[in-house]
């Protein structure tokens, strides 16, 4: 499959080469890499450009101050939409996605699957990392999101996923508004409320060990409000259309 790695970046200078060598040397010619940098201070975008012209088929695309992830990647998706990419791929660029994990959740479209997730909550899974406390909240945030919204992916927070071309036409990404796991989760609940099928590919973990963590409490706070208004919302479509007079 035609195939576009969006990597939105905010700093990355340390992190960028290595990732862009690993996502090359485990890629098919058949995948590309949009870099999105939100006009990072640290020369992130000169060094993705510089990379560019030695590994090849990588672009950037430089916008003028930071407008957040989920920005970087609606803009992203809608320009390989545009240009006719068949699976468009969201990663981290802190080196906290392993690059080699690309084929197997491009493999799950290739076989059907509309949004393929990189899940830390499945046998093979794993968060090396992480302390007991930050995976019980990690997981009662994911368990909360599955009660509420009805999704059957076990990590919908999970940044690390691929989407079919036709489970992103399906959707108005304009609409969607959320950025960091609120984004994850509203993108996630809005491909299977279209009728997509979700697939899951269990990946390791890995915080970020060079630069600086873009996660906050807002991000966090954020997410689980919209959780709750979504839930609410789809139970009072869902009451609606119970009480709707039936036509004889």
């Known amino acids: 499959m035609k195939t576009l790695v969006v990597l939105p970046t905010y700093n990355e200078s340390a992190t960028i080469a290595e990732v862009l060598r690993r996502i090359r040397a485990s890629a098919t010619d058949d995948v590309d890499v949009l870099v999105v940098d939100d006009n990072s201070p640290d020369g992130t975008a000169d060094l993705a450009e510089a990379l560019a012209g030695e590994l090849g088929r990588i672009e950037v695309l430089r916008r003028p101050h930071k407008a957040g992830l989920g920005s970087a990647y609606r803009e992203g998706f809608k320009l390989g939409l545009a240009q006719g990419y068949e699976a468009l791929v969201e990663m981290d660029a802190d080196l906290s996605h392993d690059p080699s994990v690309l084929g197997a959740l491009l493999a799950e479209i290739g076989s059907g699957a509309d949004l393929a997730i990189g899940t830390r909550y499945m046998p093979g899974g794993k968060i090396p990392d992480w302390p007991w406390q930050r995976r019980a909240i990690s997981r009662a945030g994911n368990r909360y999101a599955r009660v509420m919204l009805g999704l059957a992916a076990r990590d919908a927070t999970s940044g690390y996923r691929a989407y079919h ?84």
């Open 165 to 248: 071309r036709r489970a992103l036409e399906r959707i108005n990404l304009t609409a969607v508004r959320a950025d960091g796991y609120g984004f994850q989760i509203e993108m996630a609940y809005k491909v299977a409320r279209s009728g997509g099928i979700l697939a899951e590919v269990p990946i390791e973990f890995r915080d970020r060990t060079l630069g600086r963590s873009k996660m906050s409490s807002r991000i966090v706070v954020e997410a689980l409000v919209l959780v709750t208004w979504w839930g609410l919302e789809g139970r009072r479509r869902a009451r609606r259309k119970r009480r709707a007079p039936v036509r004889a």
